[in-house]
């Protein structure tokens, strides 16, 4: 809920200088209020490639996401390196990041093991976009469960 409260309070700080901002600021907070990024296309492409020179969770090279549940869904999917999953919480969003959109800092704790604590900074404005990569000193996501196998329709029953 912390998360989700304070994206409102950015949003409603946002909206409430709207009236005063320029055209050029008004279009950026229609796209991010639209889950996009502010860069895009051959801009965002190249923005990409000058930040995957920095490690992925920088400030330099946030993790591409959509939306806050994003943000949360990568983090709950890395693993520590004992294994286990972390715990994280947001600090607060830090300002403009190199693909022109708000980007938020999380810090991720790993108890029992290195790294015990990150600071990973995140970028939600990218719609329909995961990063699947694992933080630097993290593992990804745990292999998935099998799928349950099919049972076969019960033959009739000859007898009866």
């Known amino acids: 809920m912390r998360a989700t ?70 983090l709950s999917r890395q693993r520590c390196s004992n294994g286990k999953a972390p715990t994280f919480f947001r600090r607060g969003n830090v300002g403009e990041g190199p693909f022109g959109n708000i980007v938020d800092l999380y810090i991720v704790t790993c108890d029992g093991a290195e790294p015990a604590e990150s600071m990973v900074y995140m970028d939600m404005y990218h719609g329909g976009f995961m990063e699947k990569r694992p933080l630097p000193g993290f593992a990804g996501s745990p292999p998935p469960l099998p799928a349950p196998e099919k049972v076969p329709e019960a033959a009739s029953n000859p007898r009866g």
């Open 5 to 74: 409260l304070g994206h409102l309070g950015l949003v409603a700080a946002l909206v409430l200088t709207a009236s005063a901002m320029p055209a050029q600021a008004e279009e950026r907070l229609d796209r991010m209020m639209a889950g996009e990024s502010w860069l895009q296309g051959k801009e965002l492409d190249a923005a990409i490639a000058t930040a995957e020179a920095h490690p992925l969770g920088s400030e330099a090279n946030p993790v591409r996401v959509t939306a806050p549940q994003g943000q949360r869904a990568y």
